[in-house]
Structures are given as C-alpha cells and as structure tokens.
T-cell receptor, first 111, second 114 residues
C-alpha cells in the first residue's frame, strides 16, 4: 500500500466550477499535510498546508482534513484555466524527517 | 527573500559518467531534501540533510549520495550514470527537520543521460 494515494485523473472542470481533489494516506501517525501545484516542466509550488482536522481556507482554495478517515482534500472555487496543472498531495509522518508525495492529479479547467 | 536555487539547470551526460548537482536553500533554512521526478514514478525521495547530517534516505542505490555544508548548501552526486537516471532532480528546503514546517522547491536540474 502506498503512503499517499491520489486519483491520477485527468480531472476536467469548466471554468468557474469547483474542482475537488482528493488524497488518502495510509499512516495514522501522519501529522502534517500539504498541497502543491506543478505546472508542466516546472517545479512544485506550495499552495497550502493543514495540520488540524477541519477546513482551512486561503482565497479560492480550501483544504479539508479528516484524520479519522485518513483523507485530505483540496477544493478550488471559481476554477480558472490558469489552475490547469498537476496537484500533488504530501504528508509528513510523526517520525518527521520525510515528506511522502502522491503521484498527483492532473486538472484541466476548460474555458 | 531569495528562493531555493539549483545549479546547473540542465545537464547532458553519457552513461558511466558521474555528476554533481548543487542546491542553495532559502536563507535561514537548515533542512535540504532531494527528490527525483520521472513521468513514470512521480516524486521519489532521495535523502534529507539537516545540520550537515543525513536524516533520512530513500530507496535508491549507493550510486546516489549527498552532503551538506556548514552554510546549509547541499550537493548531490550520482556516480556511474545509467540511462534510467534521466530525470528532473529537485531540491527542497525548510527551516528545520520535523513534523512541522513547509518545504519549498527549487527550479530543478534536468539531467539527461545518453
């Protein structure tokens, strides 16, 4: 079983819609959770992080964490074509020395 | 504040050669991690250095090695290059090692092995 699993997609949404990206993790000792966005040919850039159960909002982005169910999600409201990218989920376990990344979900926002 | 920098940005080598990649973390960041990214495997963790000590190592052969200097700059070395080593090598830094702390990536070094 992989540490972090994501649906590879591709996920397509129309412009202005809500894009929902999901991630599950296997280790209950996971402490910190991150979403990165990666454009083709570029390096990952941090979108947001979440440590506690519940929702965390930052502009058009909302991260949701449910430790009991071991999933973390990212909602993108009012999706724009510029949001078209691969979204990577990452977690840190309680040992703390390593990020574990999912393989990413490819998102396409259709104008 | 300047971001993570990596040099060189592009490299072309032939099988059997060795290569050294360099990473300068964000000022004040003491933890540096290295990743290999390929289309088939995604982001694979190589190792993390903190205060000049390797804190963790991924599942890569001994041909992959690294080190960190007292100014937190890090280098990664790959010896006896193989075709399968062609990848984007990413360096990421954060303030400290541990369960808290966001990690920021550099632009990467694109290595092509012929």
């Amino acid at each position: 079983q992989k540490e972090v699993e994501q649906n590879s997609g591709p996920l397509s949404v129309p412009e202005g819609a809500i894009a929902s990206l999901n991630c599950t993790y296997s280790d209950r000792g996971s402490q910190s959770f991150f979403w990165y966005r990666q454009y083709s040919g570029k390096s990952p850039e941090l979108i947001m992080f979440i440590y506690s159960n519940g929702d965390k909002e930052d502009g058009r982005f909302t991260a949701q964490l449910n430790k009991a169910s071991q999933y973390v999600s990212l909602l993108i409201r009012d999706s724009q074509p510029s949001d078209s990218a691969t979204y990577l989920c990452a977690v840190i376990r309680d040992t703390g020395n390593q990020f574990y990344f999912g393989t990413g979900t490819s998102l396409t926002v259709i104008p | 504040k300047a971001g993570v920098t990596q040099t060189p940005r592009y490299l072309i080598k032939t099988r059997g050669q060795q290569v050294t990649l360099s990473c300068s973390p964000i000022s004040g960041h003491r933890s540096v991690s290295w990743y290999q990214q390929t289309p088939g495997q995604g982001l694979q963790f190589l190792f993390e250095y903190f205060s000049e000590t390797q804190r963790n190592k991924g599942n890569f052969p001994g041909r992959f090695s690294g080190r960190q200097f007292s100014n937190s700059r890090s280098e990664m070395n790959v010896s006896t290059l193989e075709l399968g080593d062609s990848a984007l090598y990413l360096c990421a830094s954060r303030i400290t090692s541990g369960v808290i702390g966001t990690q920021y990536f550099g632009p990467g070094t694109r290595l092509t092995v012929l």
